[in-house]
């Protein structure tokens, strides 16, 4: 549905995007991860026509969107970073507004706008203006515009940035309800909310794609992947820890806060070869649980470099052009 | 073109949203009627014309256009509503038509509430209608011109005070032109006639004078017209960067 082929955006000297492709399929979520200013906003601003990008090309629905903006325009609906709206205007009065600029009129109008406002839970706030609403319901008034044509695409740049966690768990069920309808790209810098709600994962960082996979996948890359942490009764490891490095199959074997760090290795499912040798063996143990693995280490991991994080690039110029070219 | 009708409506409500529009009319009223009354002696020369009021109006558009202009661009840039508005399908040539025909349409409006003015003349007198009349065309293709220029300068920048203060500065430039007493300073400077008037023949007075006199000239509203079509033009270049 989405076809991003080699996207490329310079500001001046400096490349702020650089080579992105990519495919996102009707039913795909696609979770857009990255350090502020590693180009996420950039790319997106480029994928729904805003931004003209230095080279390369993307088609929406198999229309490219150089060529023919505005008929690629109609299949796209997108919610901007930290959603501009125009704030004198009432809920309603600018739904109408967009219902109207994307030729809904009449019946058809009134019932798109009807859907919106059902959707995103707008009717109790539909005709007060949008600068007195909550940053919660400006976001969903943001979510209405969006999805007002039904697009079969949608681009959500940082959909639930400035909520909260009720408001977040709201805008992600919302999400997840079109799913299966449409190709939905978002961004975050949540990285639960990748792993709840998408599909698969791109992590771009200094403009370069680093990773596109399932979340799954980018669990695998964490260092205590398949690694359990043993808890013994008495609190005291330092004899077993000699024991369990001989084993075959472990990798490696860590003290950490009373705890033994376990990693496998060749994927050796380590759960089963310990609890074996714990019954046989007789351990005190108090536990045996799979390590804790975050996807926000994998994220620093890939994104950081000498324990530098890989800092932003994007130029003066380019925050002139797009609010803030993340 | 339906996209356009419906972001002038947009716009030209949203003028009416805020006081701001409010508080443009009452001033631009009061100082296009308060000036020739009381500094141009309209009433004390016992004319039946509206000539005191037409020879001002370039004066109070040099500040009270800007006002309107200055936030076409600039307030959609700095909110970043523009980003909204190109995601939309409407081409970058029909908003940039929208929004300028909402602000040429509520100048306009502001130009038509001073009809009170040759009302109280036909109270008073007998006034020649034609010259009225095109006095009032002319008001609003300069105001149109005006306009253009704001529009264009808007789209530079997101921040509204420099867009006002470049394009008062241009706009400006655009009167004194046709000053007579800035043409003599240029002839007393020596330059070459066929320069200073080919200079003057830029400015919007020069080509408002004739309309004030009564005289709907072809090449004044070619003029106006293509001040118009070029600054909305560069308007154009500097939205698709």
Redesign the interface.
């Known amino acids: 549905m989405i076809n991003v082929r080699n996207l490329v955006k310079d500001y001046g000297p400096i490349r702020a995007v650089d080579d992105v492709t990519f495919d996102v399929r009707k039913g795909d979520i696609l979770g857009f991860l990255g350090p502020n200013g590693a180009g996420k906003s950039t790319t997106m ?1 480029m994928i ?3 931004l003209p990008p230095t080279s390369g090309r993307t088609e929406i629905a198999g229309i490219d969107v150089a060529e023919r903006p ?2 690629a ?2 299949h ?1 609906g ?1 919610l ?3 959603g ?6 009432t809920v309603i009065e600018f739904l109408r ?2 219902a ?4 809904l009129s009449g019946a058809k109008a009134a019932a798109a706008l009807d859907r919106a406002i059902e959707l995103c839970h707008l009717r109790a706030v539909r005709h007060q203006p949008i600068e007195t609403l909550s940053k919660g319901f400006r976001q969903r008034v943001g979510m209405a ?1 969006a999805v007002m044509h039904d697009p079969p695409c949608l681009i959500l740049d940082e959909p639930t940035d400035g909520l909260d966690p009720n408001q977040k768990q709201e805008v992600r069920r919302l999400i997840a309800s079109m799913a299966k309808e449409k190709a939905i790209i978002l961004s975050t810098h949540i990285l639960e909310e990748v792993e709840a709600m998408c599909n698969r994962v791109i992590i771009i960082a200094a403009g370069r794609i680093l990773v596109n996979e399932t979340p799954a996948d980018l669990l695998r890359r964490h260092p205590n992947y398949g690694a359990v942490e043993l808890e013994l009764a008495h609190g005291d490891t330092g004899n077993l820890r000699n024991t369990v490095k001989d084993l075959d199959g472990v990798a490696s074997v860590e003290s950490l806060n009373g705890k033994l760090l376990i990693r496998p290795k060749n994927q050796t499912d380590l759960k089963s070869l310990l609890w074996n040798r714990a019954l046989a063996e007789k351990w005190p143990m108090k536990s045996l649980e799979p390590a804790n693995l975050r996807l926000e280490d994998v994220f620093r991991n890939l994104t950081q470099k000498d324990g530098e994080s890989i800092e932003e690039r994007t130029p003066p110029a380019a925050r ?4 803030t070219a993340a | 073109m ?2 356009t009708v ?2 002038f409506k ?1 716009e030209f409500m ?1 003028y009416f ?2 006081p701001v529009a409010y508080v443009f009319l009452a001033v631009f009223l009061v100082g296009a009627m308060g000036l020739p009354w009381f500094l141009g002696g309209f009433f004390e020369s016992n004319d039946a014309s509206l000539r005191p009021f037409f020879l001002f109006l370039p004066w109070i558009f040099l500040f009270l256009v800007p006002a309107v202009g200055m936030r076409l661009w600039s307030e959609e ?1 700095r ?3 523009w ?2 508005l ?6 970058i040539w029909q908003a940039v038509a929208g929004k300028f025909l909402a602000g040429w349409a509520f100048v306009s409006l502001a130009i038509i509430l001073t009809l009170t003015m040759p009302i109280t003349i036909a109270y008073l007198g007998s006034p020649d209608w034609g010259p009225v009349f095109s006095g009032y065309v002319g008001s609003i293709l300069m105001a149109g011109a005006f306009l253009g220029i704001c529009s264009a300068v808007s789209a530079l920048t ?1 921040n509204q005070v420099i867009s006002f203060v470049v394009s008062l500065i241009i706009c400006l430039a655009l009167v004194l032109l046709g000053w007579s007493a800035f043409n003599e300073l240029m002839l007393a400077l020596n330059l070459p006639v066929w320069l200073v008037d080919a200079l003057a023949n830029f400015s919007f007075v020069t080509h408002f004078e004739g309309m004030v006199a009564g005289l709907i000239r072809l090449r004044d509203v070619v003029f106006f017209a293509s001040i118009i079509a070029f600054s909305l033009a560069i308007t154009v270049l500097i939205l698709e ?1």
Do not use: A, N
């Not at chain 1, 501009?84 to 205007?89: A, D, G, N, V």
């Not at chain 1, 109207?100 to 030729?103: A, C, K, P, Q």
């Not at chain 1, 002139?320 to 609010?323: D, L, N, S, V």
């Not at chain 2, 190109?86 to 081409?91: R, S």
């Open positions: 601003k729904t026509g805003f505005r008929e325009k109609r796209i997108y901007p970073e930290s501009p709206l125009y704030p004198e205007m507004f967009i109207e600029m994307r030729g515009q002139e052009k797009g609010q | 339906k996209e419906t972001l947009r949203g949203r805020s840039k909110s970043g509503t980003e909204l190109f995601t939309l399908p409407i081409g997101r960067r």
